[in-house]
């Protein structure tokens, strides 16, 4: 069964201060992994896909990369516009599998 | 990015009536939707997937007959609650997906249902 593991489970950063967001992922034939932002009572808005190893694609302040078993989502000088629950996800045979989020929060 | 639009945000019933939410593509051909639920502080559960002139697929433990799932055309998805009762206030939220299995989904801006 696909199985998706983000970590850490919240994150309280800096204005300013960098860091990465870690998914690990367990899935039969990787077709597609999916970087989601949700902010509160928000549905999912998408940020990036990614398709093969050593993959990568930006977008602002956002970096997400992918190896074999993980992607990271990096986070450069983050603002407090940047605070959000960020959500992995990866392709099943039809339906996406999601992690648990990585909740963060950043302050000015 | 592709829009999709979910109506209504928030709605509160009685209990044992029906409620319908709606979940709409609009700039784009949605082969594929997907409704989910989500509860408080956790992530996205996947009630069921549907694709477009086809009978809904439920994942395990929902009830089809309670959460009737309907699929009529490219883009538009609903999702009724029938005989309606608290635990069943939740989020719900919508997504859409137009291409192959590979390519990203796009979601609604979810609904509130209070059940009282």
């Known amino acids: 069964e696909d199985q998706v593991t983000q970590s850490p489970e919240a994150l309280r950063l800096q204005e300013g201060e960098s860091s990465s967001l870690n998914c690990s992922y367990t899935?039969?034939?990787?077709?597609?992994l999916f970087w989601y932002r949700q902010d509160p009572g928000k549905g999912p808005e998408f940020l990036f896909t990614l398709y093969s190893a050593g993959e990568e694609k930006e977008k602002e302040r956002l970096k997400a990369t992918l190896t074999k078993k993980e992607s990271f989502l990096h986070i450069t000088a983050p603002k407090p516009e940047d605070s959000a629950t960020y959500l992995c996800?990866?392709?099943?045979?039809?339906?996406?599998?999601f992690g648990t989020g990585t909740r963060l929060l950043v302050s000015p | 990015g592709a829009v999709v639009s979910q109506h209504p945000s928030r709605v509160i019933c009685k209990s044992g009536t029906s409620v319908k939410i709606e979940c709409r593509s609009l700039?784009?051909?949605?082969?594929?939707m997907f409704w989910y639920r989500q509860f408080p502080k956790q992530s996205l559960m996947l009630m069921a997937t549907?694709?477009?002139?086809?009978?809904?697929?439920?994942e395990q433990g929902v009830e089809k007959d309670k959460f009737l799932i309907n699929h009529a055309s490219l883009t538009l998805s609903t999702l009724t609650v029938t005989s309606a009762h608290p635990e069943d206030s939740s989020f719900y939220i919508c997504?859409?997906?137009?291409?192959?299995?590979?390519?990203?989904?796009?979601f609604g801006q979810g609904t509130r249902l209070t059940v009282v």
């Open positions: 997504s859409a997906r137009g291409g192959a299995v590979n390519t990203e989904a796009f």
């Open positions: 549907s694709n477009e002139g086809s009978k809904a697929t439920y």
């Open positions: 899935v039969s034939g990787l077709r597609g």
């Open positions: 700039d784009f051909q949605a082969t594929t």
């Open positions: 996800a990866t392709t099943g045979f039809q339906k996406l599998v």
